[in-house]
């Protein structure tokens, strides 16, 4: 937001040529705090409309542009000038650049430059910021001021402090934004006609200064080329369609209804019995002759992975046998899942040791069994099974490793472990002297065993 | 447990009258006499504990309906699994398979893949035990979901057990039909029509993954198998689809053309080939680069599409089951919208993609395609920046005053990407803006694949508790799968997106951070990575790091402006030639090179250094001969005239450019 046409009205008519001739500065002055409310922000729009008409050169006479300074500097009266956001605009004044860089030949012209002052008005100024009191010289019109005889005045009041305080306000700035310039650039037309009326000048001001998006608050940095990144360019994106027969995926009648389940209804039965009890030799190889005759009658026969167990504990044998036939199955994963979790035992060590023997058991699957081995004799209570138990696993890991089914490297930290706290069992000691000797390299792997697992394993 | 045993034993006790009438409830059922199985079926009806009475009821009430009370048929399902404390979580009888597949069945036609396949990887556990007939339908049902979800490996895997077991395993124990069973037994079985009959559906099936997953030789061989047969139509799409990926697009056109408009209608078969052929013909003109075209036969397919799936009935209860989820709307949304954004209709193109997105919204990249569009609604083509005449007119916005006091306003901006605007407009409204791009970007970029392909579910997790199924994973569905390569592709593109959409949002922060990781990235294209650096480059500054955006500036940086990435030894080259030649704005090496020699420039000009920035805009200018150069290049030497002090020189350019234009 910038000024509204009627306060650049009220601010034009305070800077009327005639005006500025008649009226004393601080009469200017007062009607300016008059006729406007003042509050910083609003102090900010009326000084930088009175800033651009300085750089602009819209100001024709200096009467007027004597008066729009001291406008300038009475709205922050009483303040501190280096919190004011125009206290650079009187450095500037004071001094103007080509002062500071001593630049020779062509005259230099910066964007935003403001009128030169002549030498009264220098004083003038000196006085209006210096710390004296200016009743005397607000009381005097401009014309007065710019006419009075300073002599051969030079500036000496050091503001070298207000201006380091300028510079590193400044410095805070990150640069891009101290790269902005006013967007307003004149281009005088060569004309011979120079009288420029009134009417056309404030159009001009007001279309600079006024509304919403005023030139005046404008300014360009320099920019960058930003390029936009390209479409991706992907193969095979668009749906091909195919067509996919959607009809030929339908419901099923369920053909099995009321059809009794006569090819494994002997097996089945057997089987029923087979998880409440040890079968006798016989009924074994009836179940087990049934189950080889047909390869798929295995998945007729009512095992669940849940009953695995149960199978394992009484009939080994028979569990075994059906694991292996189920290799194929899809249930095979939860089946072994089963097994590896149920309770150690004897049955279940055998079963796993037979697996182990017969088809490629997932490491994953044997490590985990071994761990639950190991964990479950460290914490078992009575003494006597707990004997029986690691003599079992010990027997158990040597066969394991001497038929390379295990690599000893992966477990090694934690058998060696159940080693040492097991040492007194001569089992136990003896896979340690295994483990050693492995490891110094003194025995391959196929070196004929120091204990007879199978038999060992069976008593 | 012992109740159950108990259900079993009388299960399985079963009378001879009782298995005359399901004898004959199945044979009628195979003559499609609906209304006769029932009958039969209904004088069962005191088995009441008995399931597969029920289910079987349901069925025939359900054929009787012509598939079309299928909302029904779904809440008896539901019932006699809650009767029966059925569920699927805890299947583990061969016998209760069935209902759940019907269920699964009922889900894909309803087109809620996921949740299909979730109840079919548990029935596919008992794939061994199913009788035969069973088995074929379950396991072909398997393979086709896993299309429907464009897994390509899973479903060949599927396949390849399916050849192994079904068609050279041996039969099954439990056929009803005791003559099959005798046939069976004899020693080299003779090719029986429904062996054939599958094997034949096996072979469409493995083209389709191998289409799918871009292994063109395999298809072109088994896809010459079935084309012996002259009429196959299928075969034919297959071998169109197979020309199009290969490049031959007017091969593609010419067997398309062959094949009759009416050869699949939709009430018949749930699917319509003339959406198909009009959706394939679009799809070839895409990537003949004919944008426009393309959006024409994609519109074609839409409206033929909208008009075979919203005329038939309304009512859930009044469409057959195959005609329920036949419509291809989203896919064909998803083909027109990208064709708009290639027709430079960003606006349109958003609006379609928007559409798709509500249904694949774990596409990655269609995430970033919508990103584009709002990219392209704010930028067309970086052409403009480069377009010297149209950037000279734009350099003054007004004049006032007259006479000595005439008074030129310049621009403020020339570029119009930039948009540090605070409205407070949500990010999150779908609308094309750059804040919506900037959210599309981070869900195309979480969504990415990951490098390694799906990592295998452990084997032991909890004793007696299968893995989850994993939730569909994200996946470039509704289009066939992602390489590696595309995927890094992908991942580059969506980096130098968020880079340049951070960039104009004002947010330099997360632009340097993209476009840092952009160029971290293992495989880049030329103009990835000329636009890595440029946004480093950029962004460094606003960051007032002049030194270091410099270095990134260094013409040697870039040197070609590709938009492929450059071959790597080890990827094996699957030739598939579908994208449309793509124009990316600059064409050539100098125009990015005087880009970067004028961000140069810039970048001095804000540090102060401003002789060195005008020599530099000279060369820049010298090169404007032979390429485009930014047009921002006047205005800058205009800045850095009036910044030295020298406003007559400044004042001559703007009379010189400006007023002789005018």
């Known amino acids: 937001m910038a000024l509204t046409v009627e306060q650049c009205d009220i601010l034009l008519d305070i800077l009327d040529e005639v005006k500025v001739r008649t009226h004393t500065l601080e009469g200017l002055s007062n009607e300016l705090h008059k006729k406007f409310e003042l509050s910083d922000y609003f102090k900010g729009e009326v000084g930088t409309c009175l800033v651009m008409l300085l750089q602009q050169d819209l100001l024709k006479e200096p009467e007027q542009k004597l008066v729009a300074i001291t406008l300038l500097y009475e709205l922050y009266r009483g303040e501190s000038l280096a919190n004011t956001p125009f206290a650079n605009v009187f450095i500037h004044l004071l001094r103007p650049p080509e002062h500071q860089s001593n630049v020779g030949a062509p005259k230099l012209e910066y964007p935003g430059q403001l009128p030169r002052l002549s030498l009264p008005e220098k004083h003038f100024l000196t006085q209006l910021l210096s710390d004296v009191p200016k009743d005397a010289i607000l009381k005097k019109t401009a014309a007065q001021i710019i006419n009075s005889d300073v002599g051969n005045f030079q500036p000496n009041i050091d503001f070298s402090l207000i201006e380091l305080l300028l510079a590193e306000k400044q410095s805070e700035l990150p640069q891009t934004c101290r790269t902005g310039i006013p967007v307003i650039l004149s281009l005088p037309e060569k004309t011979n006609s120079y009288s420029a009326d009134t009417q056309e000048y404030e159009v001009l001001v007001k279309k600079i200064a006024t509304g919403e998006n005023a030139y005046i608050n404008k300014v360009y940095r320099p920019e960058f080329v930003t390029l936009a990144p390209p479409l991706l360019t992907s193969h095979d994106e668009l749906v091909w369609l195919n067509p996919t027969n959607p009809k030929e995926h339908t419901v099923a009648y369920d053909v099995t209804m009321c059809v009794p389940d006569t090819a494994g209804q002997e097996a089945r039965q057997l089987m029923n019995k087979a998880y409440k009890s040890a079968l006798s030799l016989q009924q074994q190889q009836q179940l087990l002759s049934e189950l080889e005759n047909d390869s798929k009658l295995v998945y007729h026969i009512g095992l669940t992975p849940s009953k695995l167990p149960e199978l394992v504990e009484n009939n080994p044998l028979i569990a075994i046998e059906v694991l292996l036939k189920l290799m194929q199955s899809k249930q095979i994963t939860e089946y072994f899942s089963v097994l590896v979790n149920m309770e150690m035992s004897l049955h279940s060590m055998e079963v796993v040791n037979r697996l182990t023997t017969t088809v490629d058991l997932p490491t994953e699957f044997v490590h985990l069994y071994i761990s639950n081995c190991i964990s479950t004799c460290e914490t078992i209570k009575d003494r006597y099974m707990q004997n029986r138990l690691v003599r079992l696993v010990c027997v158990f890991l040597q066969s394991l490793i001497r038929n390379k089914i295990i690599n000893v490297q992966e477990l090694f930290i934690e058998v060696q472990a159940f080693c040492i706290e097991f040492s007194r069992i001569r089992e136990a000691a003896a896979l340690f002297r295994l483990l050693k000797q492995l490891e110094s390299g003194e025995i391959g792997l196929v070196s004929s065993p120091t204990i007879s697992t199978k038999g060992k394993l069976e008593g | ?662």
């Open chain 2, 1 to 662: 447990m012992a109740d159950k045993e108990d259900t079993e034993r009388i299960a399985d006790n079963v009378t001879d009258q009782e298995q005359e009438y399901a004898q004959n409830a199945l044979n009628e059922f195979k003559k499609n006499n609906y209304i006769a199985a029932l009958q039969y079926i209904n004088k069962l009806d005191y088995r009441s504990y008995d399931f597969k009475v029920a289910h079987n009821k349901a069925l025939v009430e359900y054929c009787k309906s012509d598939f079309k009370k299928t909302e029904s048929f779904q809440k008896n399902l539901t019932s006699i699994c809650n009767q029966f404390r059925i569920k699927v979580e805890k299947l583990d009888d061969v016998d209760q398979c069935i209902l759940h597949y019907n269920q699964a069945i009922l889900l894909y036609h309803e087109k809620q893949y996921t949740n299909a396949i979730c109840v079919m990887d548990r029935v596919y556990k008992f794939i061994e035990p199913m009788d035969d007939a069973l088995a074929k339908q379950v396991s072909l049902f398997a393979v086709e979901l896993q299309l429907c979800v464009r897994q390509s490996e899973k479903a060949l895997s599927l396949i390849s057990y399916l050849e192994n077991q079904l068609i050279n395993g041996t039969p099954n124990i439990k056929i009803l039909d005791k003559s099959v069973k005798e046939k069976d037994k004899k020693a080299p079985p003779p090719p029986d029509p429904a062996t054939e009959e599958f094997k034949r559906k096996l072979l469409r099936y493995k083209i389709r993954c191998y289409l799918m997953n871009h292994n063109l030789e395999t298809a072109a061989r088994e896809i010459g198998m079935l084309l012996k047969d002259k009429q196959n139509f299928e075969a034919m799409f297959l071998a169109a689809n197979l020309e199009y990926l290969k490049g031959n697009l007017l091969e593609s056109q010419k067997i398309l053309g062959a094949i009759p408009n009416d050869c699949f209608l939709y009430n018949e078969c749930g699917e319509s080939s003339t959406v198909m052929f009009y959706n394939n013909m679009g799809a070839i003109h895409h990537a003949m680069g004919k944008p426009n075209l393309a959006c024409h036969y994609f519109q074609m397919s839409l409206k033929e599409d909208i008009a075979l799936t919203n005329n038939t009935k309304k009512d859930i209860n009044e469409k057959p089951l195959h005609t329920l989820g036949g419509s291809k709307y989203h896919e064909l949304m998803y083909n027109l919208g990208i064709a708009l954004l290639h027709a430079k209709r960003p606006t349109q193109a958003f609006d379609c993609l928007i559409i798709a997105v509500r249904r694949y919204h774990r596409n990655s990249r269609l995430w970033m395609r919508l990103a584009e569009c709002c990219i392209m609604v704010t930028k067309e083509s970086n052409e403009i920046d480069f377009d010297i005449q149209k950037k000279q007119k734009e350099i003054v916005v007004d004049v006032v005053g007259s006479r000595e006091r005439q008074k030129v306003i310049l621009t403020t901006n020339l570029s119009k990407d930039k948009k540090y605007s605070s409205e407070s407009q949500s990010y999150a409204v779908p609308v094309p803006s750059l804040e919506f791009a900037s959210l599309c970007l981070r869900n195309a970029y979480t969504l990415l694949p990951s490098d390694t392909a799906s990592s295998p579910v452990p084997l032991f997790l909890i004793p007696g508790v299968t893995p989850p199924v994993p939730s569909s994973t994200p996946g470039p569905a509704p289009s066939p799968p992602l390489s590696p390569e595309s995927v890094m592709g992908l991942r580059n593109g969506i980096l130098a997106a968020s880079a340049y959409v951070s960039l104009c949002l004002g947010d330099y922060i997360l632009a340097l951070e993209h476009a840092e990781n952009l160029l971290k990235q293992p495989r880049l294209s030329g103009a990835h990575k000329l636009l890595g650096h440029l946004y480093c480059a950029e962004a460094l500054v606003l960051l007032e790091k002049i030194s270091e955006a410099l270095e990134h500036l260094n013409p040697e940086n870039v040197k070609n402006i590709g938009l492929e990435l450059p071959a790597s030894e080890d990827s094996e080259e699957r030739k598939i030639r579908t994208s449309p030649p793509n124009k990316w704005f600059p064409h050539n090496l100098s125009t990015a090179h005087a880009t970067m020699q004028y961000n140069i420039a810039v970048a001095k000009t804000i540090r102060g250094q401003l002789d060195e920035a005008i020599a530099l805009l000279k060369q820049v200018w010298q090169m404007s001969g032979k390429c485009k150069v930014p047009g921002h290049i006047i205005m800058l030497v205009l800045y850095i005239e009036l910044k030295l002090g020298h406003p007559e020189p400044a004042r001559n350019l703007i009379k010189q450019y400006l007023f002789q234009n005018r």
